[in-house]
T-cell receptor
Framework: AQSVTQPDIHITVSEGASLELRCNYS??????LFWYVQSPGQGLQLLLK??????LVQGIKGFEAEFKRSQSSFNLRKPSVHWSDAAEYFC????????????FGTGTSLTVIP | GAVVSQHPSWVICKSGTSVKIECRSL??????MFWYRQFPKQSLMLMAT?????????EQGVEKDKFLINHASLTLSTLTVTSAHPEDSSFYIC???????????FGPGTRLTVT
């Protein structure tokens, strides 16, 4: 069965510091990979996605993620965090051939210290 | 980009009543839509797949008689929570695939509070 793991439930960083949020997936082939951000009481906003090709993908708001097949990982990074980045971050896997079903990780809550 | 809307954005209802949540794809057609449920501080859990012109497919553990799904047209799916109870209070989010089917576009969510 497919699964998505975000090992870090909560992360606190100082404003201006770098950030890396981890995501590992379990799937027999390469799935479609996504990172979403959710502010309190709001819907999901797509940060970036990976389907194929270049394993380093750029997203909005200065985020990037790197797909590493050997590690079944798709970690999200940002070189310098802003206070407005405080939110909940979800990694998601879209499994080809399943009618576009998505499987979400448990989420990582990011706190940014001024 | 593709837009998915939900109505209402929040609703409060009394225990025992039913409430309907609408999910619309505003600028594209969706033969399939998905309904998720999210409890506070938790992830999104897929509840069911809504199929235009046919019955919805429910995930294991989701009561189909309690969460009625109707995909009335290529742009509208509705989720009706019947005989709501306080434990049904949650954030309900819908999504629809578009383009080549690789992506999901998510609605803004509906906050349901059952008193």
């Amino acid at each position: 069965a497919q699964s998505v793991t975000q090992p870090d439930i909560h992360i606190t960083v100082s404003e201006g510091a770098s950030l890396e949020l981890r995501c590992n997936y379990s799937y027999g082939a390469t799935p479609y990979l996504f990172w979403y951000v959710q502010s309190p009481g709001q819907g999901l906003q797509l940060l970036l996605k990976y389907f194929s090709g270049d394993t380093l993908v750029q997203g909005i708001k200065g985020f990037e993620a790197e797909f590493k097949r050997s590690q079944s990982s798709f970690n999200l990074r940002k070189p310098s965090v802003h206070w407005s980045d405080a939110a909940e971050y979800f990694c998601a896997v879209g499994v080809p051939g399943t009618g576009n079903q998505f499987y979400f990780g448990t989420g990582t809550s990011l706190t940014v210290i001024p | 980009g593709a837009v998915v809307s939900q109505h209402p954005s929040w609703v409060i209802c009394k225990s025992g009543t039913s409430v309907k949540i609408e999910c619309r794809s505003l600028d594209f057609q969706a033969t399939t839509m998905f309904w998720y449920r999210q409890f506070p501080k938790q992830s999104l859990m897929l509840m069911a797949t809504s199929n235009e012109g046919s019955k919805a497919t429910y995930e294991q553990g989701v009561e189909k008689d309690k969460f009625l799904i109707n995909h009335a047209s290529l742009t509208l799916s509705t989720l009706t929570v019947t005989s709501a109870h306080p434990e049904d209070s949650s954030f309900y989010i819908c999504s629809a695939p578009t383009g080549g089917g690789y992506e999901q576009y998510f609605g803004p969510g509906t906050r349901l509070t059952v008193t």
